[in-house]
């Protein structure tokens, strides 16, 4: 790029104008300018050239004297050469042609760099502890910062099956079986937990099926089988 910033007086000044985009590169104004004047993008960049050849990159004497702007304040406002990198301070390139937003930083790095600053985990306030509803252990907040009511699926299984009209209470797991109500086996008497209906009756499948054929007796008159070995 020729560094020389006076205007080319041999230059004329396009009939239409643009205005320049911060960091947005010079090929890309040059393409604008040309659609903007139905010029070809090829033609107007080779006429920007030094003169004999025409040939290299555009001069900057020339292009300000096209648009009717001063060269220096043109080059810095596409070339970026007074902005400085958010992250190392390191001066900005120029932006690619065809890109939506200036450039903030002089590298990917500096960029995944600033990214991390702006997202980083241990400058979030650390949640304060809870305690289970069910057995008291302290358990955390969850990643979006909703507070938890039990440390786990089994407490919260395990409060669940609760009466409605009997609170939480904060116990530990093995005293479950004694603040719950009981109930006996219909078959052999033996305890069991009513469950969460209070619909069991039989503590196991061998005693619900030793019922239902007793039933099946005294409905057929069938004499039982003890009754039958005895006699």
Known sequence: MNLNLAPDPSVTRLPVQIRPLPREGTESFIVRLAHANHLKAAYLRDYLCEPPHHKGAPSFSRLGAATGRDPSALRDTLEGTR?????????????????????????????????????????????????????????????????????????????????????????????????????????????????????????????????????????NNVPARDSLISS
């Open 83 to 219: 902005g400085t990198c958010g992250e190392c301070d390191a001066p900005l390139p120029a932006t690619k042609p065809g890109a939506r937003s200036p450039r903030q930083h002089c590298s990917a790095r500096c960029r995944q760099r600033a990214h991390r600053r702006r997202h980083r985990t241990d400058q979030a306030p650390h949640p304060q502890p809870l305690a289970c509803e069910f057995c008291a252990r302290p358990i955390a907040s969850t990643a979006q910062g909703e507070a938890r009511r039990w440390c786990s699926s089994r407490c919260r299984h395990r409060a669940h099956l609760q009466l409605p009209d009997e609170p939480a209470v904060a116990v530990l797991v093995p005293v479950l079986s004694e603040a719950r109500p009981t109930a006996g086996c219909q078959h052999c008497g033996t305890p069991i937990d009513p469950g969460r209906t209070g619909a069991r009756r039989y503590c196991s499948a061998a005693c619900r099926q030793r019922a239902f054929r007793r039933r099946k007796n005294v409905r």
